[in-house]
């Protein structure tokens, strides 16, 4: 085989790979948006929608190359640890949290009543505290740009919580 032939057997390969990948993004982009406006507007799905999600999300977040980060935070009521994976983004001295669903979902209520939680981002852990909810315009820097667009369909909150 000539020298040519293998390198347009590599380029295609490559190619192909990265369609592949491409399209893997896309529908995991676009199951998200679904499922996110599926249980926006419909609060008893929640649970039943979103518990296998996070199930399956779980074993990946918070690890060096993941695209999720891990929320460890303390039940309000129970004082029970939970940890529930989410998108974070570093913003400020600390990381804005995206409330795609609001500001009343557990985590959220119970990060406000603690005033505080720990982050495992990329593969490192960060103590927060003094959690604030600001409009998702104010944060927008700090999400990347081909998520600006979702971010912006999904929510109009954010949480922002400061390092210690």
Sequence with gaps: MTRTRLVRRLFRGAFSLLLVVTA???MHVLVALAIVKIVQHNKTLRARVLKP???AILPIAGKRFSPYALLEHV???SG???VTPLGAYPFGDGFVLNLTYGPDVDWCRNVIASGH???KWHGHEYVLERPELIPIKAALKAIPVLL???AMEESTQCVWLHRT
């Design 24 to 26: 893997l993004v896309t």
């Design 53 to 55: 999600y996070n199930a």
């Design 75 to 77: 039940g309000r009521r």
């Design 80 to 82: 029970r640890p939970y």
């Design 117 to 119: 939680a720990t982050l």
């Design 148 to 150: 600006r667009f979702a």
